[in-house]
């Protein structure tokens, strides 16, 4: 039987690419449908993230006019990452497949077909991966390889180039929705789960119509969070980092007792300025980085929701069943 697919689509201020992109995904689905790789009732879930334009009604009319829409609304915006975790655990029990897309168009839809294929030989997650970054101007290119090569130095397990275009089973997400973490990354999180999973790979375009919302500020928060919820290499570099710095300071004791032993110092003023100025630098990093973890200690253990959906363009009833609102 053909597994029933629900795809999940993050939108944050997206009312100038949802119009253009929404028919889009409706074809591709159609499509699958028709060909009968995927189940009739397949779907396709909005999860609007606390827009402040007009994206939630968008959603609503689309959800209005055709019954493959549908759409959540989170109580306010959370973030990407919180945004896809809310499609995926609202979409877990109404479906076999999910798989997770950006709104803009810059994945290609068509990797959606080897992803079910894939699935059906037995995956259970099925990566989407970029082969190639042509579009990315260089400095984005630059900054997202450094991301990737810094994470695997830090010991998390990523797979290189793939964001959050993949497919991942009901059976794989009930198992993701065990890990309680409320600093999401999920692109360290998902290969964690296990299963049997694969990749497949595809080109990315150029947004189709308005802004990208990872400027590097973002960027950046997303790499010191990736690393710091899935890795403590940082904190042992510190403490090997300290232990080397004070390996240098005992041999210096010993060079400076011996000069004046045998009456040779010299006035050291630059030499001295330079040590303080070192050490009290990597003190304030390696006081940063600790921070940084106990920053993460403390927002885990408050244990907030990551996400509180406030709407839905339909009552779920226990199974698979889509009902509008207005009945
Ligand atoms: N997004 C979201 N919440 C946010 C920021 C972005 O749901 O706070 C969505 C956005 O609508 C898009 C996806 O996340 O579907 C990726 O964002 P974007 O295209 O701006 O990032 P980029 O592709 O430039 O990395
Ligand atoms: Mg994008």
């Known amino acids: 039987m053909a597994p029933k697919l629900i795809i999940v689509i993050p939108c944050y201020n997206e009312e100038k690419v ?88 810059q994945d290609d839809i068509n990797a959606i077909d080897e992803m079910v294929d894939e699935y059906a030989k037995g995956s259970e997650i099925v990566y989407g991966v970029r082969n190639n970054r042509d579009t990315d101007t260089f400095f984005k290119r630059f900054t997202a390889q450094s991301f990737y090569k810094l994470l695997s130095s830090m010991g998390v397990e990523t797979i290189y180039n793939h964001a959050d275009y993949r497919l991942i089973s009901s059976r794989a997400l009930k198992e993701l929705a065990k890990f309680e973490e409320v600093n999401l990354f999920l692109r360290g999180m998902v290969p964690l789960v296990g299963f049997k999973s694969t990749a497949v790979y595809y080109s990315r375009n150029e947004r189709m119509a308005g802004e990208s919302h ?30 080397l710095v004070a390996l240098f300071s005992f041999i210096g004791i010993i060079w400076a007792f011996i000069n004046q032993m045998l009456g040779q110092t010299v006035s050291g003023w630059s030499s001295t300025i330079c040590v303080v100025c070192f050490i009290g630098g990597i003190q304030l990093i390696s006081l940063g980085v600790l921070g940084e973890y106990i920053g993460k200690i403390y927002l885990e253990v408050k244990h907030r929701p990551r996400y509180i959906i406030s709407e839905r363009t339909y009552l779920k009833d226990g199974e698979m069943k889509f009902v509008k609102k207005e009945i």
């Open 214 to 243: 990872y400027p590097l500020s973002k960027m950046l928060a997303l790499a010191i969070d990736g690393i710091t919820s899935l890795s403590i290499k940082p904190i042992r570099f510190i403490t090997g980092l300290g232990l």
């Open 18 to 105: 949802l119009p253009i992109t929404a028919p889009v995904f409706l074809n591709k689905l159609v499509d699958l449908i028709n060909i009968g790789k995927i189940d009739e009732e397949s779907k396709i879930m909005f999860v609007n993230d606390g827009s402040k334009d007009c994206t939630w009604e968008i959603i609503s009319g689309l959800a209005k006019e055709d019954d493959h829409f549908c759409g959540i609304e989170q109580s306010r915006n959370r973030g990407h990452q919180n945004a896809v975790l809310a499609g995926l655990m609202e979409a877990k029990d109404l479906c076999d497949i999910t798989i997770s897309i950006d709104c803009d168009g």
